[in-house]
């Protein structure tokens, strides 16, 4: 019975001593805390406030102080380096880093890390060949992965796409694949062939880059092109037409080509109703000034004129209004047609300054289609049909 007692009142009495004890810590740690508040540079916070107020000059400055206090840090050498980086400060972010490299205290893992934002600097200053080189030499460390994506980056600027090809297969063996960027590559290779004539190795491209990736669109607008240089018109339609079953959008870029393969086989009506019945389907392609010329061509003013009216009426946009004035100005009233061409006078220039390709990764806008965007380097990112922007 006394030990049930002691073991109830035991933790009662003990609960004090367990509170004091647990105060003590806590007030170790918070001086711990402070003390280590008080070692850190007011010039470090000073910098972090730059870097929040996107002031970056103003945090080089400050964090380059705190260097030239703790010359010896790993982290802020190091930080430093990648903000004059970030400023185009190549030359002083370059300095810092091999002067990293040459203290003692570099081995290992951070090696590899100075190392990797070393070769970072070289090719921002446009030393290529000397990123390449560290890039390659990182192959084998932790930093691999990191290495490898710069590597691809720099063989798309030098356009060497064999070795593009080649650092995206070694990157797809891990959880993400690059298929999608390996089909462009094959693609630029087919396109450079193509232009020498070389019909076979362009068409081989082709079929890797379909084999990379099955709805790559740019293949098949490719293998249409070389089938139509070579004579085989049915062929060439099978290509471009395949289009629709993998992206219907890029329809527009094919739109014409599509149809001089059905004109080369002297089925012109059956080419026209094809490109009709793609609008009709999809509204957003950009393909009312093809179908209107084609039909000028084969039905006369009066039919044409009709057929893209009923285009613009599905969809009304600037490029279809400005088309539907062009059409309605010869059977206007002589005291409204000076008015109606001014008014489509004003379109025309609207249509120059806010209808145009853009890309949907970083909204880089263009009056020319890129399948790479110059902006932010994405591969197959610019919209296929022109826009209101």
Request: glycine share 4%.
């Given at each position: 019975?006394?030990?049930?007692?002691?073991?109830?009142?035991?933790?009662?009495?003990?609960?004090?001593?367990?509170?004091?004890?647990?105060?003590?810590?806590?007030?170790?740690?918070?001086?711990?805390?402070?003390?280590?508040?008080?070692?850190?540079?007011?010039?470090?916070?000073?910098?972090?406030?730059?870097?929040?107020?996107?002031?970056?000059?103003?945090?080089?400055?400050?964090?380059?102080?705190?260097?030239?206090?703790?010359?010896?840090?790993?982290?802020?050498?190091?930080?430093?380096?990648?903000?004059?980086?970030?400023?185009?400060?190549?030359?002083?972010?370059?300095?810092?880093?091999?002067?990293?490299?040459?203290?003692?205290?570099?081995?290992?893992?951070?090696?590899?890390?100075?190392?990797?934002?070393?070769?970072?600097?070289?090719?921002?200053?446009?030393?290529?060949?000397?990123?390449?080189?560290?890039?390659?030499?990182?192959?084998?460390?932790?930093?691999?992965?990191?290495?490898?994506?710069?590597?691809?980056?720099?063989?798309?600027?030098?356009?060497?796409w064999e070795k593009a090809i080649e650092m995206a297969q070694l990157?797809?063996?891990?959880?993400?694949?690059?298929?999608?960027?390996?089909?462009?590559?094959?693609?630029?290779?087919?396109?450079?062939?193509?232009?020498?004539?070389?019909?076979?190795?362009?068409?081989?491209?082709?079929?890797?880059?379909?084999?990379?990736?099955?709805?790559?669109?740019?293949?098949?607008?490719?293998?249409?092109?070389?089938?139509?240089?070579?004579?085989?018109?049915?062929?060439?339609?099978?290509?471009?037409?395949?289009?629709?079953?993998?992206?219907?959008?890029?329809?527009?870029?094919?739109?014409?080509?599509?149809?001089?393969?059905?004109?080369?086989?002297?089925?012109?009506?059956?080419?026209?109703?094809?490109?009709?019945?793609?609008?009709?389907?999809?509204?957003?392609?950009?393909?009312?000034?093809?179908?209107?010329?084609?039909?000028?061509?084969?039905?006369?003013?009066?039919?044409?004129?009709?057929?893209?009216?009923?285009?613009?009426?599905?969809?009304?946009?600037?490029?279809?209004?400005?088309?539907?004035?062009?059409?309605?100005?010869?059977?206007?009233?002589?005291?409204?047609?000076?008015?109606?061409?001014?008014?489509?006078?004003?379109?025309?220039?609207?249509?120059q300054k806010s209808v145009m390709y853009r890309c949907r990764n970083?909204?880089?806008?263009?009056?020319?289609?890129?399948?790479?965007?110059?902006?932010?380097?994405?591969?197959?990112?610019?919209?296929?049909?022109?826009?209101?922007?």
């Open positions: 019975m006394d030990n049930e007692i002691w073991m109830f009142l035991l933790p009662i009495i003990l609960l004090p001593v367990f509170f004091a004890m647990g105060w003590f810590a806590a007030r170790v740690d918070m001086k711990t805390v402070l003390k280590q508040a008080k070692s850190i540079p007011a010039g470090f916070y000073k910098s972090l406030d730059a870097l929040v107020d996107r002031n970056n000059g103003r945090a080089a400055r400050e964090l380059a102080e705190v260097v030239d206090q703790q010359p010896e840090s790993y982290s802020l050498n190091l930080t430093l380096g990648k903000l004059y980086r970030q400023r185009g400060e190549n030359d002083k972010a370059i300095k810092m880093h091999q002067a990293l490299l040459e203290s003692p205290d570099t081995v290992g893992e951070k090696r590899e890390r100075v190392l990797f934002e070393l070769a970072q600097n070289y090719q921002n200053a446009g030393l290529v060949d000397r990123a390449e080189q560290i890039f390659l030499n990182l192959k084998e460390s932790d930093m691999a992965r990191e290495a490898q994506l710069h590597l691809i980056s720099i063989y798309q600027q030098d356009r060497d990157l797809s063996r891990n959880e993400q694949t690059y298929q999608f960027e390996i089909a462009q590559f094959y693609c630029e290779l087919a396109q450079a062939a193509l232009f020498k004539s070389n019909f076979d190795a362009a068409r081989g491209f082709v079929h890797k880059a379909l084999e990379a990736n099955k709805k790559c669109a740019r293949a098949n607008l490719i293998l249409g092109d070389i089938e139509y240089r070579q004579g085989n018109f049915a062929a060439a339609v099978d290509a471009y037409s395949a289009i629709e079953q993998q992206n219907h959008a890029y329809l527009s870029m094919a739109g014409e080509k599509l149809y001089d393969a059905y004109a080369a086989q002297n089925k012109q009506e059956e080419g026209l109703n094809r490109l009709i019945g793609y609008m009709k389907t999809f509204p957003d392609l950009d393909l009312i000034n093809v179908i209107y010329e084609k039909s000028l061509l084969l039905k006369g003013e009066t039919e044409a004129a009709q057929t893209a009216v009923e285009m613009v009426r599905q969809k009304p946009d600037l490029n279809g209004v400005y088309r539907l004035l062009g059409l309605k100005l010869s059977d206007m009233n002589p005291t409204w047609k000076a008015d109606a061409d001014m008014m489509r006078a004003v379109i025309g220039r609207q249509l970083c909204h880089f806008k263009s009056q020319v289609f890129f399948w790479l965007c110059p902006a932010c380097n994405k591969w197959e990112t610019f919209t296929p049909n022109r826009i209101e922007v």
